[in-house]
């Protein structure tokens, strides 16, 4: 097999050596493999045996590529857990790069000249925002979970009911994590009604905490029964049980305001009296990964210094996200739409109709006549909040004839950026809603290119 010379200057000034020798490297071992394994390898033509500079140059940019890139969400999912959850606002956006790239203060605090606690950065903004007496904040929501009970009620039983005892995305399951933490998982009430006799009846002298738990993305419908938060602080108090809920969603605007039924805030949460609230940052959020924890100022305390916390804690990238997210609640609430997934919620679908046509007005040269059309649909909010919600929207359908929708929807994939849709009755959707506004010529750019 012969390898051309390559070298890395002409043509391309910002490949290292380092990137060619790998290239080629790998490209011999890839054709080394297809002799080994084909039946007939006297198959092979002459071209295949010489590895030219234009493969070299390709597999350059390959491996060069950075793996998590940018992709239009055109699926009408707004917290889709698969493609990042929430987009940042542009001021967290601007807040991250101004300390992604330099020093900063941390853990510092600059007035006394001392060390300092990165919490310092969020929780004034979540003691306002929430009404909470303290606050802070860990890597993700599970982590929450699992730094509180392990804080709280460590080697205690923890009682739960059965019908909150939810799996999250990626097969992780709440009981799982609660076992992590050591304390012991009770189960009480049944699948589909639990009542406060339940709890009162299993609460023994081992009984270290009461616990419960956002549904997440499902709901039990029909003969139900489920003991409301404020009930069971009632009861927790009584027997002198703090009462931790997972809220989850984290949503902090009424949900009347966003079209959105029965969805609890985090504001309502604290306002029961709860010794607990954990909830992620960027799910109704909107803002980065992470999970929240507020409530009563002892209980805070006991589980931000418990040695799990460091072990959870969040990086200063999600803590000026973060932070800049909490200012626009607390500082600046009449401009929240800055927040994408505000902005999703509570976009006005005559301007989504407006946008679904000219979209298709930019794609119909590239299609046959009456291939594409402008049609009203639903939305779903996504990121195991709501799950029964529906948002009336707008969205662009195509008949991909000649192309079977599968194999558009795997040339849509494969642009650059990369876009992920949804088929329906043999078409192919796009969803205004979850498009970023600058995304539309993006979109139609991509398009094209399949149709081309």
Request: proline share 5%; hydrophobic share 45%.
């Amino acid at each position: 097999m012969r390898c051309c010379a390559f070298s890395p200057k002409p043509g391309f000034p910002h490949t290292s050596r380092t990137t060619v020798l790998r290239a080629a490297q790998d490209l011999i071992r890839e054709r080394r493999s297809q002799l080994l394994s084909a039946d007939d390898p006297s198959l092979f033509d002459t071209a295949f045996y010489e590895i030219t500079r234009a493969d070299i140059a390709a597999k350059c940019r390959a491996l060069t590529a950075p793996s998590l890139i940018h992709v239009l969400n055109a699926s009408g999912i707004i917290v889709h857990t698969n493609l990042g959850r929430s987009p940042l606002s542009r001021e967290a956006q601007q807040e991250v790069q101004s300390v992604a790239c330099c020093y900063s203060n941390l853990e510092f605090n600059l007035a006394a000249g001392r060390r300092g606690s990165r919490s310092e950065h969020i929780e004034e903004l979540l003691v306002k925002l929430t009404g909470a007496e303290a606050g802070f904040a860990v890597n993700n929501n599970a982590a929450a979970v699992l730094l509180c009970l392990a804080a709280l009620a460590r080697g205690a039983d923890v009682l739960v009911s059965r019908g909150e005892l939810v799996e999250i995305g990626g097969s992780f399951r709440i009981p799982d994590v609660m076992e992590q933490s050591g304390a012991r998982l009770v189960e009480v009430g049944a699948t589909n009604r639990t009542h406060a006799a339940d709890y009162r009846t299993a609460i023994t002298s081992a009984t270290g905490l009461l616990f419960k738990a956002h549904p997440s993305n499902y709901r039990i419908l029909g003969f139900t029964a489920d003991v409301g938060l404020e009930e069971l602080v009632e009861l927790g108090h009584e027997h002198g049980l703090p009462v931790l809920f997972d809220l989850g969603s984290g949503c902090v605007v009424d949900a009347a305001l966003l079209g959105l039924s029965g969805e609890m805030t985090v504001q309502q949460a604290v306002k029961t009296g709860a010794d607990i609230i954990t909830f992620s940052g960027d799910k109704l959020f909107g803002g980065p990964q992470a999970g929240i924890i507020v409530g009563k100022k002892d209980c805070v305390e006991l589980i931000r210094n418990h040695p799990l916390a460091r072990a959870l804690r969040i990086d200063k990238l999600t803590l000026a996200a973060l932070s800049a997210t909490l200012r626009t609640y607390v500082l600046d609430p009449e401009n929240i739409a800055s927040i994408p997934v505000m902005a999703m919620l509570t976009a006005c679908p005559e301007d989504l109709k407006k946008r679904a046509v000219g979209v298709a007005e930019a794609i119909q040269p590239v299609l046959p006549a009456g291939a594409v059309t402008v049609e009203q649909d639903f939305s779903q909010v996504g990121g195991g909040s709501c799950p029964l919600e529906e948002l009336p929207t707008w969205v662009v359908s195509i008949d991909p004839r000649p192309l079977l929708p599968n194999r558009c929807d795997e040339l849509l994939r494969a642009g650059a950026p990369p876009v992920v849709c949804r088929i329906s009755k043999d078409r192919v959707i796009f969803d205004m809603r979850t498009l970023l506004p600058e995304e539309d010529v993006m979109l139609t750019v991509c398009i094209r290119a399949v149709f081309r």
